[in-house]
């Protein structure tokens, strides 16, 4: 091309490439009211989005990617946690730690009941944002980096002689403990392994599920239970339907009598996959 060419070239890329931001910024914005469920914004949500700012809590968690990725992305937190968690959490944290094995650095901001419903609720709303999949990759509130958070089934108990879920052919269908294994890792809301931990001893939001089998049945013959089921799977099964129906020791499980694990799955789950769960859950021996 010659120099008249070029700059032709050049000024008319130019104008096609503005003619193209300029549409994607509307069409951004014509879209914005509805990716942020903008209707949902109460005084209340803006009053917990005023508590955010004031007590600097980005300063150590993010956002939509935005933050210091010092601490955990609280992106998606209400739906891993729940509400109930959050606020006893957030009126002692101290609560939930050992400060000796978990080095807790979550300071108590000695935050007033008014302000923790109104951050709640705030984060419910940032919660159910389309934020399309940003971060590809955020800071979890999960025990993925937890070590023994990987381990198969056969590997969790300690006789070994369980056989991995992994994925076989039963009769031209998969394994229901493998569809288990992947409820509970991917696919629940919120996915499980985002309180519970298989690794021995290793206790997030919710007790640790390595040797639940065995557990239950303990638990059953114990007088202390107060539930209904007869056998380790009925217990596992009425643990995820029902969770308050026997409560695990420790503040950090419960409050008030009631469990801190949703009472939702009954119907965010068929009745297939709480089968599939109660398979794969049982095989922690």
């Not at 980096?145 to 992994?166: C, E, H, K, Y």
């Not at 996915?191 to 089998?213: E, K, Q, T």
């Amino acid at each position: 091309m010659n120099k008249r060419q070029t700059r032709s070239f050049a000024l008319i890329s130019t104008i096609i490439a503005a003619v193209v931001f300029l549409g994607m910024t509307v069409d951004s914005h014509r879209q914005f009211p509805t990716l942020t469920n903008a209707q949902q914004i109460t005084p209340q949500v803006t009053r917990g989005k005023d508590v955010w700012h004031e007590y600097n809590c980005v300063n150590c968690h993010t956002l939509f990617g935005e933050g210091a990725y010092y601490a955990p992305d609280l992106t998606k937190i209400t739906q891993q946690r729940g509400a109930p968690y959050l606020t006893a959490f957030l009126k002692d944290p101290s609560k939930f730690y050992d400060e000796q094995r978990h080095r807790r650095l979550m300071p108590n901001l000695k935050l007033s009941g008014e302000e923790i419903a109104d951050l709640i609720a705030f984060l419910d709303w940032v919660s159910k944002v389309d934020n399309q999949g940003w971060p590809p990759r955020p800071i979890l509130v999960t025990g993925a980096s937890i070590p023994g958070m990987d381990l198969t089934v056969a590997q969790q108990n300690t006789s070994g002689n369980q056989p991995p879920p992994a994925a076989r052919p039963i009769s031209g269908k998969e394994d229901p403990m493998a569809l288990g294994e992947a409820l509970f890792r991917t696919t629940a809301t919120p996915v499980c392994s985002a309180c519970h931990s298989i690794a021995s001893g290793v206790n997030l939001a919710g007790p640790s599920l390595a040797g639940l089998a065995s557990r239950a049945k303990q638990i059953i013959a114990s007088p202390e239970y107060k539930g209904k089921a007869k056998d380790a799977e009925g217990f596992i099964r009425e643990s995820i339907v029902t969770p308050s129906a026997h409560l695990h020791p420790g503040d950090m499980f419960s409050a008030n009598g009631m469990s801190f694990m949703p009472d939702t799955f009954a119907k965010s789950l068929t009745s297939e996959q709480i089968d599939q769960l109660v398979a794969y859950l049982a095989s922690f021996q």
